[in-house]
């Protein structure tokens, strides 16, 4: 039973900045692959960056150069930072925790990013 809080979320100007968070209750995760979703209105949820027990990041392209994952597994938290923020990143942000080949897939509630032109 893992939950998952997310903070950070806010309105920001385009080009402005955001560091979101994500912590993790029940367990230690450092086994778990995380990511970052998003989901604007209308739009299926989309993967936005994710990384790798080892630390391998991996981003979709209209993300690319701008924002940033990361993790701390001695905290059980997970960050994106946003850099360079464009309205079309406007977006409920979702944290993910998955466990490699199995079943275990954990989502935060989500966090509101709103860009404004």
């Known amino acids: 039973q893992v939950q998952l809080v997310e903070s950070g979320g806010g309105l920001v100007q385009a080009g402005g900045s955001l560091r979101l968070s994500c912590t993790a209750s029940?367990?230690?995760?450092?086994?778990?692959?995380m990511g970052w979703y998003r989901q604007a209105p209308g739009k299926e949820r989309e993967l936005v960056a994710s990384?790798?027990?080892?630390?391998?990041?991996n981003y979709a392209d209209s993300v690319k150069g701008r924002f940033t994952i990361s993790r701390d597994n001695a905290k059980n938290t997970l960050y994106l930072q946003l850099n360079s923020l464009k309205p079309e990143d406007t977006a409920v942000y979702y944290c993910?925790?998955?466990?490699?080949?199995?079943?275990?897939?954990?989502w935060g509630q989500g966090t509101q990013v709103t860009v404004s032109s």
């Open positions: 029940g367990s230690a995760f450092r086994l778990y692959a």
């Open positions: 993910n925790f998955k466990l490699p080949m199995t079943s275990m897939n954990y």
């Open positions: 990384i790798t027990s080892g630390g391998s990041e």
